[in-house]
């Protein structure tokens, strides 16, 4: 998908909120937990009831992946099952060097239909690059983080290395934003930043103003949706919103995919007005 | 498999290699290319050639995603096959907030019978914990890795913030051994230091003596084994040396197995002069 097409998506329908499908067997809805395809079935549910209220969906390759085999064919008939006027994400957190990220690209972006893969840029340029090389494909790159472990390593401050002054000592992810910005454009590269980070929001935007965020951390992780827009929206909007927890288990009951729907549509209510 | 356990495999064979399965179905001699199975028959074949000579088997989890489902198949066959007396490592390079790592972990050491997987430090200790949760298991996190890109974060320096005093400002890559190091111990956490960066051996020795280390970059990029086996080894030997290409594609054609087991063989024969 283009920037141009989720540009347009977001503004048909009024929305930036982003879906995230951590589907979990022991977390869904009792009554589905012993069909043979709960995963699928539940997905699938979840995705009719969400689609006229979101624009994208996120799949963390985690959830899948700990369910080995069977959890693969799920995450695979789930992506396929996404129709194409959705910006598909591959929650995976890859990265490795140039070679690998290669075979990574692949595994995303022609094994699989997806349409993003979220990469970690410790590696650095050949870890990233791979995923900048497909048409109308993205890399969705970590910037700041919603975890407690962000202070870790990126809020540290760095050493000024190329003559460049800033007020003070640069924070390791302004580092990543800055250097991963020259790595591709716009039109192909994101940035993960969470929404429990509110007060960097400002700064972010005032390093990258034209790039999408994928912004995680608002519902289960505490973050709020009108801090972050308000701090961080661009003239294309330039947000995917992502909730997963908040909405993917709204009700524990066979209701689940109306509740689910209920509470995409008021985060859809909430995002029309801040678009306005 | 515990560090007792690892250490003793090594005094037995005389060898610290691990070999790298980065199987690619191009790259395999052609009269395997069209087997059913192939990517499984050619690691069984290997495994059985390499098996007296290594101590490790690294499996490249990109490679197998790039297949798709068959590919996922194939992996899970393969660390099924490899026996227990060899430590076996998901070259995954995960890594996400505490929630999503722990399914990871569950992927690796419940899903498949790995022992070890690679971890990617970038978002801080809630992202690597999960993994040092198992008994018997090993994160093993990347420190300095062996591709061009790590110039670009891995070796920028970091302003100090805890007043601890260094000859020269801390490298990220530094932080992340020392800070990483608290978090686990010598026996269920190793770090990924690259064979191309041989200058560093002695510095990274000096700030984690008693870590093993999982050494790739030997072979075809251009790492030399003499070279970190006398600047990294210690007491326990301490080191696993990977090899992937250099070791699987030794031929292209039907004497691949024995092929690769013969460059095993001399690595397993230099490793024995450096372990006196």
Partial sequence: MTRQ??????????????????????????????????????NKAIIDATLPHCVSYKINTAFYEAMGLKGWEAMERTVNYI????????????GDIGNTSTQYARAFFEAMNFDAVTVAPYMGEDSVRPFLE?????????????????????????VSSNGEEHLRAEFLYERVLRTVAKWGTPDNLMFV????QP??????????????????GVGAQGGSLKDISEKAMNNDCGLLVNASRAVIYASGKEDFATEAKAIAEQYQFEMKSYLC
Wanted: aromatic letters at 10%.
């Fill in 134 to 158: 497909y048409e109308g494909k993205w890399a969705i790159v970590l910037g700041l983080t919603s975890n407690k472990g962000a202070s870790d390593f990126e809020l540290k401050q760095l």
């Fill in 5 to 42: 097409q989720l540009v347009e998506q977001i503004q048909q329908k009024q929305s930036y909120l982003c879906v995230g499908l951590d589907t979990d067997l022991t977390k869904i809805p009792k009554h589905l937990q012993s069909h043979p395809d709960a995963i699928y079935e539940f």
């Fill in 193 to 196: 930043v969470g929404a429990t």
């Fill in 199 to 216: 007060e960097e929001f400002i700064n972010i935007r005032s390093i990258i103003p034209d790039h999408f965020l994928l912004v995680p």
């Fill in 83 to 94: 129709p194409d006027t959705h910006f598909k994400i591959a929650d995976a957190k890859r």
